[in-house]
């Protein structure tokens, strides 16, 4: 299968959000009563709630943190939760997302981010962790979130790619392999945290890491 165009969600599949929040959370707040998975599945949950319907994403994250003193058992007043909110571009890489894009980019394919943040959120993102991507769509330029279909109808017609040249790269399976399924576009999953796959989803390419991606799709024709 030709593919002319990789999307990709960025924090989780390109950005180590995990090791991200949790060092971020430490940092503002201080000693956390929970930590590593527990911390994350409490995160999770808790920002989803906030992702009904659309408002920025520093207000989601604020809003997030906020929600959870009880949880992780210390105070929280706003100028914290406003810190925690701009730590976003400090959250690291992955160790093999730049030499993936470089290679991806070596093959021909056009590169673009699909994310659930706010442009200057992703713009600081990029630059700080020397992403080489050609361009991107955000929640705030379509107002919306994923799993909402705006982010990737924007993409095709900011770029006038079709389903059939584009497939997409992520780790949530929540947020973007199952639309993407629904759009009828392909789809690889990155399984970063060993996850089980629901059974009733099939991503074209399964994967554990981008470097092992990269291997997959150094074979494809093109």
């Known amino acids: 299968?030709?593919?002319?165009?990789?999307?990709?969600?960025?924090?989780?599949?390109?950005?180590?959000w995990k090791t991200g929040i949790e060092e971020e959370m430490e940092a503002t707040l201080g000693h956390l009563r929970v930590g590593g998975r527990r911390l994350m599945d409490a995160y999770i949950a808790a920002e989803k709630v906030q992702e009904v319907g659309y408002t920025k994403y520093r207000e989601v994250l604020r809003r997030t943190i906020l929600s959870m003193s009880e949880t992780l058992g210390v105070g929280i007043n706003d100028e914290a939760a406003r810190r925690f909110a701009a730590s976003v571009p400090r959250w690291p890489s992955f160790p093999d997302t730049k030499e993936f894009l470089r290679r991806m980019r070596a093959l021909g394919y056009r590169?673009?981010?699909?994310?659930?943040?706010?442009?200057?959120?992703?713009?600081?993102?990029?630059?700080?962790?020397?992403?080489?991507?050609?361009?991107?769509?955000?929640?705030?330029?379509?107002?919306?979130?994923?799993?909402?279909?705006?982010h990737w109808v924007r993409f095709m017609?900011?770029?006038?790619?079709?389903?059939?040249?584009?497939?997409?790269?992520?780790?949530?399976?929540?947020?973007?392999?199952?639309?993407?399924?629904?759009?009828?576009?392909?789809?690889?999953?990155?399984n970063r945290y060993g996850e089980s796959l629901p059974s009733a989803v099939a991503p074209l390419y399964v994967?554990?890491?981008?470097?092992?991606?990269?291997?997959?799709?150094?074979g494809v024709p093109r």
Request: contains cysteine; glycine residues 6%.
């Open 157 to 190: 017609q900011v770029t006038g790619a079709r389903r059939e040249e584009t497939l997409h790269v992520a780790q949530s399976v929540f947020h973007d392999i199952i639309p993407t399924e629904a759009m009828g576009i392909a789809s690889a999953w990155v």
């Open 111 to 150: 590169l673009y981010i699909l994310s659930n943040v706010d442009n200057d959120l992703l713009e600081q993102t990029i630059s700080s962790n020397g992403l080489e991507v050609d361009g991107f769509v955000t929640a705030e330029q379509v107002g919306s979130y994923k799993p909402m279909p705006a």
């Open 1 to 16: 299968m030709r593919f002319r165009y990789l999307t990709f969600d960025c924090y989780g599949t390109l950005i180590d």
């Open 207 to 218: 994967s554990d890491s981008l470097a092992h991606l990269g291997d997959l799709l150094e």
